[in-house]
T-cell receptor
Framework: ELKVEQNPLFLSMQEGKNYTIYCNYS?????LYWYRQDPGKSLESLFV?????AVKQEGRLMASLDTKARLSTLHITAAVHDLSATYFC??????????FGDGTTLTVKP | ETGVTQTPRHLVMGMTNKKSLKCEQH?????MYWYKQSAKKPLELMFV???????ENNSVPSRFSPECPNSSHLFLHLHTLQPEDSALYLC???????????????FGPGTRLTVL
């Protein structure tokens, strides 16, 4: 059974700081997704990573995928309050199902 | 309407009631999904339909009954639910289920269900 582990689960950081969220998974996959969820809202797709070494950037967020290490990272640069949300990674298995991590709740403080 | 819509947005029901959740996608996708999101639990996949055929049922209790009349609509019929079924139910769609495409999922706003 595929396990997807995110860490940290909770992250409190100050505006302007950098930090990285990690997503480890337990089985072979070369497709990984990052989603954002604001409180009381639905999930919004952020990044789709489709191959080893894939790197995607949007604003202050950058996601990367290392399929050999079974690891994806979501790097936050110079955090701002608007980035406060819960971030989920999801791994697509060979059977075609997406398994989600537990989510990382990010709070950016002034 | 654009994207994925869900109705109702909030639902309170007793354990003996029967209700249905509705999802509609306007993206031309062929796969639709039901997820359950409870507090302090990860997102749980419940059902998947691909080209109107059910491809996944993740050991979901029979008190949840999905229906997919066409590729644009997905229902979740509820009956004799338990209080522990209270959660946010999310619908999603993707171009196709499986590994032949990016399988990026687009989520609806969810239905917040409370079972009394």
């Amino acid at each position: 059974e595929l396990k997807v582990e995110q860490n940290p689960l909770f992250l409190s950081m100050q505006e302007g700081k950098n930090y990285t969220i990690y997503c480890n998974y337990s089985t072979t996959s070369d497709r990984l997704y990052w989603y954002r969820q604001d409180p009381g809202k639905s999930l919004e797709s952020l990044f789709v990573l489709l191959s080893n070494g894939a790197v995607k950037q949007e604003g202050r967020l950058m996601a990367s995928l290392d399929t050999k290490a079974r690891l994806s990272t979501l790097h936050i640069t110079a955090a701002v309050h608007d980035l406060s949300a819960t971030y989920f990674c999801a791994v697509l298995t060979n059977a075609g199902k997406s398994t989600f991590g537990d989510g990382t709740t990010l709070t950016v403080k002034p | 309407e654009t994207g994925v819509t869900q109705t109702p947005r909030h639902l309170v029901m007793g354990m003996t009631n029967k209700k249905s959740l509705k999802c509609e996608q306007h993206l031309g996708h062929n796969a639709m999904y039901w997820y359950k999101q409870s507090a302090k639990k990860p997102l749980e996949l419940m059902f998947v339909y691909n080209f109107k055929e059910q491809t996944e049922n993740n050991s979901v209790p029979s008190r949840f009954s999905p229906e997919c009349p066409n590729s644009s609509h997905l229902f979740l019929h509820l009956h004799t639910l338990q209080p522990e079924d209270s959660a946010l139910y999310l619908c999603a769609s993707s171009q196709e289920f499986g590994t032949t495409s990016g399988n990026e999922q687009f989520f609806g706003p969810g239905t917040r269900l409370t079972v009394l």
